[in-house]
């Protein structure tokens, strides 16, 4: 098996504008993403870091197959995600998993919790009613939840408890990668070191491979083993966290870091 698990290259996308009574002509598509190209390797996290609009949640959003890039290829295991998106959608499920900004927004609310984990078991997994029934206990407890709390609705969880049950929904297609979209960024500063250090758990215990979304650099270097940063769209680079924190090489990092508080000493 490949260590290589998602690759991207040179992937483009682009929006269309509308048009306006004086502006006759077709308009210039946005390009919201322009010529990405970056790598993953298995078992290990992919920090995308950048300002609002930058492009990061779109290129998130394509390689979850919610979104077709304009151009370019983005691959799961050798296999290209738009071709899994409109063959199988339970194949690209089964590969690529998401986890979402708004931890509550995520979950159906009319739905109980396990209710809501077992729908990939059986769906992706194939899972008999009592293989999930079982399932859904030890993945509550992988995210360190009760599992008599699977019988609870999400409007009965804190937003931490929330994001927990996202990340357990998640893990249950067992997929080759998880992508996270901003995770942390609606949780308290405490809430999120706690869900920071689950999903390194988690990676140090399954094997797991991310794709960590982010505006906030202090949370990046808290996950990722490798970061790329993003700007108008473009990755201005791209390097093993470690060299990226001590040593930045474009001006565009420089600036992010500039407005990360660090400690300082007396």
Not at 20 to 45: H, I, M, Q
Not at 226 to 234: F, Q, T
């Amino acid at each position: 098996m490949s260590d290589l698990v998602l690759s991207a290259v040179d992937i483009v996308r682009e929006f269309p504008r509308s048009r306006t009574a004086w502006f006759r002509a077709r308009p210039t598509p946005f390009r919201a993403v322009d010529g990405v190209s970056l790598t993953v390797s298995r078992g290990r996290t992919l920090g995308i870091v950048g300002e609002s609009g930058c492009g990061k949640s779109t290129m998130a959003r394509m390689m979850v197959g919610l979104l077709e890039p304009t151009s370019g290829k983005l691959t799961v295991d050798g296999e290209l995600i738009a071709d899994l998106a409109r063959r199988d959608r339970r194949a690209l499920y089964r590969r690529v998993q998401m986890v979402f900004q708004d931890p509550l927004g995520s979950l159906n609310p009319r739905k109980t919790v396990r209710e809501i984990l077992s729908a990939p078991l059986v769906a992706l997994k194939g899972m008999t009613g009592q293989q999930a029934h079982e399932r859904v206990a030890e993945l509550m407890d992988l995210v360190s939840l009760r599992p008599d709390f699977a019988d609870r609705y999400p409007h009965e969880f804190s937003g931490g408890q929330s994001q927990r049950i996202g990340i357990a929904r998640a893990l249950a297609a067992e997929p080759a990668v998880i992508v996270l979209d901003e995770p942390v960024s609606a949780l308290d500063v405490s809430v999120q070191a706690q869900v920071l250090q689950l999903l390194g758990d988690l990676q140090s215990r399954l094997g797991l491979t991310y794709v960590f979304i982010s505006h906030d650099l202090a949370v990046v270097e808290a996950i990722a083993h490798d970061v790329a940063v993003m700007n108008l769209g473009r990755i201005v680079e791209s390097a093993p966290a470690e060299r990226i924190f001590a040593d930045p090489q474009h001006a565009y990092t420089r600036l992010l870091l500039s407005s990360v508080p660090r400690a300082t000493a007396a």
